[in-house]
């Protein structure tokens, strides 16, 4: 029910302030990622055209960012998602101390990206590091974190993972709170086990978040950033590993742009990790209309 | 995709958070050992990383390079946070982090409440559009529009300015649309109407109704907010420098620069990271409760 009251101009602070630094620079991009620019020179734009687009075609290190980019997404996300599922589940039964559980889960949330890649280099450090020392306990040989190509992807996306499974996990859980609980009750009657209860009521409850979920950590994991540029540090963090095995997009991005100084094609970066993002969402979009359609048609 | 609307919020998010209004799982649905045991072993894996930084940042490197990395917080705490704050600025980082982050949660939540309002309870032409507008544009990444932005900043000569991070944080389709939702669900529309028929103007209407009725939902925003802009990387990784950092830049100086003590390392990110995490083990009921009302719903 809308009363007919001018509005708009209580939405004037929100517009103005989002055009000029949210809209225009996304925007402006486009047309900088046709241009040749420097760093240093930032209002001297080149008008070169499609210059920028071809050279990303024949650059091998694009490709190699954006294959690290896929595999680390797919390394970060799957686990995050399945352990949030579970973690969630576990958080539906009624608990003693509910919210220290919940706070303590959510924790890792609150860290920041760089302070958590740093203790997580730290963990993970070749020779005396927590998690081969560990190893070694259960009669391992270490792992060469660093400048392995999966081990050390496999180490950054369990750094994504520890920071998000948590966040997932209360996302879960409040939308696993609004399942009737008559549900579970018929089938306790049935002599379901919680397994099948699991798999049969909570899982299909709440679908539409676990695809809203996949598709927001998609587009994050598009733009993994920090956690490769400080894993190691230094020049060897910018170019993502001795042999740029965890270079992703943006940080190509950032090298181009910022340790390379070619802003133009930077731009034209940012504009292709654009275009993958629009066609995630596409993906996503389209995989929720099946899957009502499948549903309505049951 | 989702259709995403919040519930209606059960309880006042700064009252302590019962569980009423939520059907109380009566039969089976009690965590048995096995849930609490699962449960205990994802807490201390969530917060071994944190109890690690103590550990860590208050031994010396050589006894964390030992061969059996020291499991017990040392007693080089306050030598290894003082020759921290040598290497990299870190007092004045946390300043200026303190000034940012509050005045980004400030103003994106004064322009969101006023943005919200409109969009919840005023006539505005195009009413959908602009909502969808607002969804849409909290799924694109705004950060790939950062060279532009770049640019503009340069040619506001603000490179280097703790302004240039507060600026674009302003305006938040996220904020905008948490507190749309609220409003939504939190104020009836008769109540508008009553304050119309009393002859209230838009504006007294806004003081004497909206805002008393918004302000819990603002609160947990502006934590929300604070929180992640205290974390925020990756612009201000590109705009500031060593003179004005915030704590993220901070810790990345001392991640990538020519500190080889990881001991030291992690004491400056410890530094750096405290504040936040006990702000919000202090507020984590309420920051808990506020996601989970406001999470994305079936």
């Known amino acids: 029910m809308f009363i007919r009251l001018r509005g708009t101009s209580y939405l004037w ?22 241009t040749s620019t420097n760093l240093y020179t930032p209002d001297q734009l080149t008008f070169v055209g499609g210059e920028n687009y071809s050279k990303i075609l024949q650059d091998d290190y694009f490709w190699n960012a954006l294959r690290n980019t896929l595999t680390l997404g797919f390394l970060a996300i799957v686990p995050q998602l399945f352990i949030a599922l579970g973690v969630a589940n576990l958080l539906n039964y009624t608990l003693k101390l509910s919210t220290f559980w919940r706070v303590a889960i ?43 190509h999966w081990s050390s992807q496999i180490a950054i996306a369990s750094i994504v993972t520890w920071r998000w499974v948590g966040y997932n996990s209360l996302i879960y859980l409040a939308s696993m709170q609004s399942i009737s609980n008559d549900l579970y009750e018929a089938a306790e009657i049935d002599g379901a086990s919680r397994w099948r209860q699991f798999l049969t009521i909570t899982v299909p409850g709440i679908r539409p978040t676990i695809l809203f979920t996949a598709v927001v950590s998609t587009i994050g994991a598009m733009q993994l950033f920090v956690e490769p540029l400080l894993y190691e540090g230094g020049n060897t963090g910018v170019q993502g590993g001795v042999s740029r095995q965890y270079q992703t997009l943006t940080l190509y991005l950032y090298q181009q ?42 | 995709m989702t259709v995403t609307h919040l519930q209606r919020p059960s309880t006042v998010a700064g009252t302590p958070a019962k569980p009423t209004g939520r059907p109380r799982r009566t039969t089976g649905r009690h965590g048995g050992p096995m849930v609490y045991t699962l449960l205990t072993i994802t807490v201390v894996l969530s917060l071994f990383p944190l109890y690690w930084i103590f550990v860590a940042a208050s031994r010396t490197n050589a006894e964390l390079n030992s061969t059996t990395p020291p499991l017990f917080p040392g007693a080089r705490l306050f030598g290894n946070i003082q020759a921290a704050t040598e290497q990299a600025a870190i007092g004045r980082a946390l300043v200026i982090s303190l000034v940012v982050s509050l005045a980004v949660a400030l103003g994106a939540v004064v322009t969101s409440t006023l943005a919200g309002f409109a969009l919840s309870h005023l006539h505005i ?24 932005l770049f640019i503009v900043m340069a040619r506001l000569d603000l490179v280097g300015n703790p302004i240039a991070v507060i600026l674009p944080y302003l305006a938040s389709a996220f904020c905008v649309f948490f507190m749309r939702q609220y409003l939504v669900t939190a104020m009836p529309g008769e109540l508008l ?29 502006a934590m929300l907010t604070f ?15 060593g003179d004005n950092p915030t704590t993220q830049v901070a810790i990345s100086q001392l991640g990538q620069g020519y500190v080889h003590d990881q ?20 507020l984590g009921r309420q920051i808990v409760g506020g996601i989970l009302q406001g999470a994305v719903k079936s």
Request: glycine residues 10%; contains cysteine; aromatic residues 14%.
């Open chain 1, 13 to 34: 602070p929100f517009v103005l302030l989002f055009v000029i630094f949210g809209l225009f620079p996304l925007i402006y991009s486009g047309y900088v990622s046709l």
């Open chain 1, 106 to 148: 959510f924790l890792p949330y609150a860290t920041s990206v760089a302070a958590s890649t740093l203790i997580f280099a730290q963990l993970y450090s070749k020779q005396y590091g927590f998690v081969n020392n560990l190893l070694g306990h259960i009669g391992l040989p270490p792992v060469d974190w660093q400048a392995g």
């Open chain 1, 257 to 298: 742009g910022f340790s390379f100084s070619h802003l133009g094609y930077a731009s034209a970066i940012a504009f292709s990790i654009l275009a993958l993002i629009v066609l995630a969402l596409a993906i996503g979009f389209g995989l929720a209309r099946a899957s009502r359609t499948v549903r309505g048609a049951a």
């Open chain 2, 125 to 148: 032409r195009g009413q959908r559009l602009w909502m969808a507008g607002i969804v849409a544009t909290m799924m694109v990444p705004l950060q790939l529009g950062v060279i532009p």
């Open chain 2, 193 to 221: 109407e009553a304050g119309r028929v009393d002859g209230a103007s838009t504006r007294r209407i806004f003081w004497s109704i909206v805002f008393p009725i918004a302000r819990p939902g603002m609160a947990v925003l």
């Open chain 2, 227 to 241: 929180m992640t802009s205290w974390n925020e990387f990756f612009w201000p990784i590109v705009v500031l420098n």
């Open chain 2, 263 to 282: 001991s030291v390392i992690l004491a400056g990110t410890l530094l750096c990271t405290v504040p936040v995490i006990v702000v919000f083990a202090a």
